[in-house]
């Protein structure tokens, strides 16, 4: 089975402008969730989306949004970029049931400059 | 409020030598707990999970953990420790009940085995 697979993996952007970042999770996981990875604040939740629907989502600013298509794959958006952004972002998916483990992609690095 | 302590933001240990990294959860309820690994410049691995059951748990490349539900813990062992073993360790807890996969992460130990 493939993994968990995620594009780009690398990002420079500069302030105020937008990223969209994408994740195609493991064939079969309806399940998909968004990380931020930093060395301040360590790995936080962002958002959970199940069959194209979001059922969690963390304590971000609305600049931090995403979706999920019919297929699965998930992409996420962070308008008007700050200094502060500047992260790695990891995707992972899962199965069905609570007690699965999710499987995270290599993540993607966003720099803001 | 819900949230995993690792104590230790380093763990060293010699090759060959036992290693433990510990963890500890705050959660209501029976969680799930996961151990991941994460090598530079990589996403996370899992390595093992506690459901239910026998409380201690074997996972991949030879580690285990051990629940501990008086002490809320879920320290992270190995009886021989390899220097390809070196990298960033996470706890993580997802809490039973509600219809999320939502993982509360600690905060991260990196474990530095010397030859």
């Known amino acids: 089975k493939a993994g968990v697979t995620q594009t780009p993996r690398y990002l420079i952007k500069t302030r105020g402008q937008q990223v969209t970042l994408s994740c195609s999770p493991i064939s079969g996981h309806r399940s998909v969730s968004w990380y931020q990875q930093t060395p301040g604040q360590g790995l936080q939740f962002l958002f959970e989306?199940?069959?194209?629907?979001?059922?969690n989502k963390g304590n971000f600013p609305g600049r931090f949004s995403g979706r999920q298509f019919s297929n699965s794959r998930s992409e996420m958006n962070v308008s008007t970029l700050e200094l502060g952004d500047s992260a790695l972002y990891l995707c992972?998916?899962?199965?069905?049931?609570?007690?699965?483990?999710?499987?995270f992609g290599p993540g993607t690095r966003l720099t803001v400059l | 409020a819900q949230s995993v302590a690792q104590p230790e933001d380093q763990v060293k240990v010699a090759e060959g030598n036992p290693l433990t990294v510990k963890c500890t959860y705050s959660?209501?309820?029976?969680?799930?707990l996961f151990w991941y690994v994460q090598y530079p410049n990589r996403g996370l691995q899992f390595l093992l999970k506690?459901?239910?059951?026998?409380?201690l748990v074997k996972g991949s490349y030879g580690f285990e953990a051990e629940f501990n539900k008086s002490q809320t813990s879920f320290h992270l062992k190995k009886p021989s420790a390899l220097v390809s073993d070196s990298a960033l360790y996470f706890c993580a807890v997802r809490p039973y009940g509600g219809a999320t996969n939502k993982l509360i992460f600690g905060t991260g130990t990196l474990l530095a085995v010397q030859p």
């Open positions: 992972a998916s899962g199965g069905d049931q609570q007690f699965n483990e999710q499987f």
């Open positions: 506690y459901i239910t059951g026998d409380n």
């Open positions: 989306y199940f069959s194209e629907t979001q059922r």
């Open positions: 959660v209501s309820g029976n969680p799930y």
